[in-house]
């Protein structure tokens, strides 16, 4: 495929655009202004001189749009196992969840989806492998592997009020 080209060029007084060259040779550009908010534009394919969009983003629309592109959940570090159909997704579990305050055994989760709670995220710790009688806090993140409709089910079941 080719690395990108990617380019930048500053701004003075407004920040700095971003050029990227896809393999398609289709040209995109992101200009990281100074107050935070980002304008992204795409490039005609018939003429690459000409903005065929242009869209002004804020901070956190940005930051949306970059888990879109790069998800945490979508780690290839995390788990690569689509082809044995097994998939791995963070579950965050809700303050106003019913498993708040609840141990993780209660759940069933393994039992009732065949899905498996292999480590939960709080706060800056990770917890690997927790036990049964583990107790879930409300802003934990769990990780999840197991079936897509498994895990799906799991999640189900996890945000239950």
Known sequence: MGTPRLSSTPLPGIGVR???TTREHRR???VAHRDGTRTVSAYREDDPDACALSLRLTTGESAALVDALLPDHHSPNLLSTTELGLVAERVELSSTSYWNGRVLGDTRMRTETGASIVAVLRRAEA???????????GGDTLILIGTREG???AAAILGRE
């Open 18 to 20: 971003y050029d990227l």
């Open 28 to 30: 995109l550009s992101v």
């Open 127 to 137: 917890i690997p492998s927790p036990t049964p009688d583990f107790r879930l806090a």
């Open 151 to 153: 895990v799906e089910t």
